[in-house]
């Protein structure tokens, strides 16, 4: 048995056409040749794929289109929404970083009587005791400074007397070749 295509009925669709543009016609008397709305959206449509197509951001941009109204649709949300099954994965995966994070939060606790009101009214008393620490930490900061400086110039002179004794011993070494290829 051949299976019958039924071809769906367009007539409605046809009618309706027709009366939105009479419906638009009327707005347009004077034009006694007016095209119909389906021909011109249809040039529009041309002029627009004409004007764009050299255009490859534009081109790029029309590709993407769906596929940003797919990320868009409220409804991906359901789709793509994370099982029960895997959210519990991805919590025993950071199990270790739960873990860090409590002990991180452990030590705040006990480190919190560190700032107590006591330990605050102390602080005058211990900037005068951290005086004279300072003003020492400060002398041999400087010292510290000034045997940098005179290590670099013995190293420099250094450098200089063992360059000074390479050179010297390199015009002797030449010197001697020079003599022995005479003897020869």
């Not at 993407?64 to 099982?83: D, F, H, R, S």
């Not at 994965?89 to 606790?109: G, W, Y």
């Amino acid at each position: 048995m051949a299976a019958v295509v039924h071809k769906p009925d367009l007539s409605p669709l046809e009618k309706r056409i027709r009366d939105l543009e009479e419906a638009v016609g009327k707005s347009h008397q004077g034009e006694k040749d007016a095209e119909s709305c389906a021909a011109v959206l249809s040039k529009i449509a041309v002029e627009l794929h004409r004007a764009t197509a050299t255009k490859e951001h534009i081109t790029q941009f029309f590709s993407k289109q769906n596929e940003l109204k797919t990320y868009l649709n409220p409804q991906l949300e359901k789709t793509v929404a994370l099982t029960p099954k895997i959210k519990t994965e991805l919590i025993a995966a950071s199990e270790t970083q739960v873990k860090r994070t409590a002990n991180l939060l452990m030590q705040v606790e006990s480190l919190k009587d560190t700032l107590d009101p006591k330990t605050l009214k102390s602080l005058p008393q211990l900037s005068d005791r951290l005086q004279p620490l300072m003003h020492a930490h400060v002398e041999q900061q400087d010292g510290a400074e000034a045997i940098s400086k005179e290590l670099a110039d013995l190293l420099k002179t250094y450098n200089n007397f063992v360059s000074t004794v390479s050179h010297q011993l390199d015009q002797w070494d030449r010197l001697l070749q020079h003599y022995e290829e005479q003897y020869r």
